[in-house]
């Protein structure tokens, strides 16, 4: 399994960027599908974006798509989600996660099986 390590999350206002990173440590990274989660207070995680192990495929949920984007640097085990024109509906603990799994826009928490703890992203109108 690999150990996954976010940060760059914090206070933005309203139409705002951030860039989230998720450093990784282990053999596994460069050959596993990379995802984006968040959560919000009471609600259920939900996936926002996938990437592929070379980073060739990149998926995102409908409420992200066009404002979001994936990346990763396998030089670096890191993964990165670039965030703009931030909402307040975007408000929710951001997680990273590894699957041995190919992307798709359709990904659940039960495809990825290593995640990390999360960090905050909060928008304020």
């Known amino acids: 399994q690999v150990q996954l390590v976010e940060s760059g999350g914090g206070l933005v206002q309203a139409g705002g960027s951030l860039r989230l990173s998720c450093a990784a440590s282990?053999?596994?990274?460069?050959?596993?599908?990379m995802g984006w989660f968040r959560q919000a207070p009471g609600k259920e995680r939900e996936f926002v974006a996938a990437?592929?192990?070379?980073?060739?495929?990149?998926q995102y949920a409908d409420s992200v798509k066009g404002r979001f984007t994936i990346s990763r640097d396998n030089t670096k085990n890191t993964v990165y989600l670039q965030m703009n024109t931030l909402k307040p509906e975007d408000t929710a603990a951001y997680y990273c996660a590894a699957s041995g799994r190919i992307p798709t826009a359709t990904m659940t928490r039960d495809n990825f099986n290593s995640w990390g703890r999360g960090t905050q992203v909060t928008v304020s109108s």
């Open positions: 282990g053999r596994t990274f460069s050959t596993s599908t």
């Open positions: 990437i592929s192990k070379f980073g060739r495929n990149a």
